[in-house]
């Protein structure tokens, strides 16, 4: 594993007895939960856990050998990391970190689950010459950078500018298993979405929300920022959602 990018280190706050595990997106960093973090400690007290997830923060190569799988039983290795020292524990993720906090909501025990931007789908047309760029292309190359309005914070976020082509496989894997998971969810849920995200189609949220078995699950859309919510202009009203969720959801 190379160096790790600046900012993109793992992130833990110990707090109280009220744990938040944070999941980040596909080619992103810990760094993307990182104010999310520090506004929960400071409001509620809240105990934050951030890690990193395996191939990245580093360099694309190392996401090379790395399976949806990796991702998933690394994330619940954390949770259960979590669950030892907090009594109550939810569980957030942004888009592709989404998918994966999904997943375990449908399998582990825990207080409710976030979505930012999820996504369970992509609506992308250039999947059709996936097949293709297998076998001729090792990289996919970034022409724009992180998804976000706030241009202040757009060259600051620990990104990759490239992946491989290898991993839009796993993320098409991870998001077949995840929509067949959805029924097995049952716990209260917090879907969050802008209207203006250009990475995630917006149809994600209200797919997700039909298809989940949850009593309690709410939906927040959001109209001004791009895709990563946790880091753009309207993060603020949402960090008190989620506030206002967990607090709503200790049991």
Known sequence: MGNLM???????IKGNDMGLLFIHGFTASPYEGSDLARWLHKTSGL???????????THPEDL??????????????????????CQHVFVCG????????????????????????????????RLIFLP???????YHYKSKGPDIRNKSLKQEIPN??????????????????VRKDLPQITIPALLVHSRKDRTIHFSNLQYIYDHIASSSKEIMVL?????????DVEKEQVFRRI??????NVT
């Open 6 to 12: 600046p900012g993109a280190e793992p992130l833990f």
């Open 160 to 177: 990759y500018p490239k992946y491989p082509v290898h991993s839009v496989d796993q993320l098409l894997e991870l998001f077949d298993n």
């Open 47 to 57: 105990t934050v856990s951030i890690p990193l997830l395996p191939g990245h923060g």
């Open 94 to 125: 942004q888009s592709v970190g989404a998918a994966i906090a999904l997943r375990l909501a449908a399998y582990q025990t825990f207080q409710g689950v976030i979505c930012l931007a999820g996504a369970v789908f992509l609506k992308d047309w």
């Open 64 to 85: 090379r050998d790395k399976t949806w799988e990796d991702w998933y039983n690394f994330t619940e290795d954390k949770l259960f990391e979590l669950k030892k020292i």
């Open 243 to 248: 506030d206002q969720f967990i607090n709503q």
């Open 223 to 231: 109209e001004e920022s791009y895709h990563v919510i946790s880091l």
């Open 132 to 138: 293709l760029a297998r076998k001729i292309v090792t």
